[in-house]
């Protein structure tokens, strides 16, 4: 194990406890000697870690601390590569250059052995059908959906037929040949699902939809059988 993953584990170790526990009960779950453990809480103090305790007294986390190159595990590492690889070859330009931003970010903060990790990631994206070019910018998709606010759509369906919706959007969806808009529709009185490829022209209202964003994505995911992730 390296010292990173050690820390790291040691991190998760002291946040699970909520009141001041023994250094040989840390030393235990994090599989290390007393005298490795001791070392390694005086690095994460010298980090900048708020623990406070000590031998024969006990350590604990305050609530809070952050420490950004100790975040991630290499699975989580390996993980975070792949979805990032996936957004930039899949997504948008806007969100496509913003993951590319990110994996820099992320990588940039690394300590050397998780960085090697971070760079060699074998987890690749493969070919896929690439979604019909979109008429409307999908950046303004996502700006109604995080200020909740009302969208008024020119859309035309499957077959063809035209309409004007007034909905609360609340959800983007994407699929290799599809971006789905999930909101409330005020013509239909419930959940609907527009294609972003058919939706001709979006404008965005000043009107804030009267629900809580997360209330609609909890009552659309119970009325489509859709199991909450965060569950």
């Known amino acids: 194990m390296s010292r990173s993953e050690r820390l790291f584990d040691l991190l998760h170790a002291l946040r699970s406890h909520r009141r001041p526990v023994s ?3 840390l030393a235990g779950e994090t599989g290390v000697s007393l005298r490795t453990l001791y070392r390694d809480i005086a690095s994460l103090q010298a980090m900048g870690a708020a623990i406070e305790g000590e031998p024969g007294v006990g350590y604990v986390l305050r609530p809070g601390f952050l420490l ?24 948008d330009d806007r969100l496509s ?13 690394l300590p050397d052995d998780l960085r090697e990790t971070f760079a060699g990631s074998a987890l690749l ?10 008429a409307v910018d999908p950046a303004l998709l996502r700006r109604a959906i995080r200020t909740e606010r009302k969208l008024t759509l020119r859309y035309r ?9 007034v909905v609360w959007p609340f959800a983007l ?16 009185q419930g959940f609907r699902h527009f294609r972003t490829d058919r939706t001709a022209e979006a404008q965005l209202s000043d009107a804030r939809y009267p629900r809580r964003r997360q209330a609609l994505l909890k ?5 489509e059988g859709i199991i909450d992730p965060a569950a």
């Open 97 to 109: 250059s913003a993951a590319r931003s990110a994996l820099a970010r992320i990588g940039a903060v």
């Open 173 to 188: 969806a994407f699929f290799d040949a599809a971006r789905i808009l999930v909101g409330w529709c005020e013509l239909r």
């Open 68 to 91: 950004p190159p100790l975040m991630f595990s290499p699975e989580e590492i390996e993980a975070l590569v792949l979805g990032s690889r996936w957004v930039a070859d899949r997504a």
């Open 157 to 165: 369906d499957g077959t063809g037929a035209a309409s004007e919706r």
């Open 219 to 223: 009552d659309w995911r119970r009325t």
């Open 23 to 25: 250094g040989r009960v």
């Open 125 to 134: 994206v493969g070919p896929g059908t690439a979604a019909p070019a979109d």
